[in-house]
């Protein structure tokens, strides 16, 4: 199983940018699929989740601005983020998590993390 993160970059504040997770040896469809990120010198949190069937939740920071959406058929999550802010300077990571029948915010119920893209809000 692999989960491959990528789009990550350097942007400005006020800017957008739409992050990636490829999905191989496992079926998204089956999973519930979420967004950590790890900011210089803090823990990782939860960003955002969707369910199998596409319910959401979202981070309190980010709610409002980012929006997370699958494509099963191409087997791919994305992470839609808008009006970025210098506080979103992270590395973000996707996870999959299997057991879980909506979507879970504790980090430990995923089974599977990507490898983190990192994302660069300058102001």
């Known amino acids: 199983v692999q989960l491959q993160a990528s789009g990550g970059g350097l942007v400005q504040a006020g800017d957008s940018l739409t992050l990636s997770c490829a999905a191989s040896?496992?079926?998204?469809?089956?999973?519930?699929m979420g967004w950590f990120r790890r900011a210089p010198g803090k823990e990782r949190q939860f960003v955002a989740a969707i369910t199998r069937s596409g319910g959401t939740g979202y981070g309190n920071s980010v709610k409002g601005r980012f929006t997370i959406f699958r494509d099963n058929a191409k087997n791919t999550l994305y992470l839609q983020m808008d009006s970025l802010k210098p506080e979103d300077t992270a590395v973000y990571y996707c996870?999959?998590?299997?057991?879980?029948?909506?979507?879970?915010?504790?980090?430990?119920?995923?089974?599977?993390w990507g490898q983190g893209t990192l994302v660069t809000v300058s102001s």
């Open positions: 040896g496992l079926s998204l469809g089956n999973y519930a």
């Open positions: 996870a999959a998590d299997g057991r879980t029948l909506g979507y879970s915010i504790v980090q430990r119920e995923y089974d599977y």
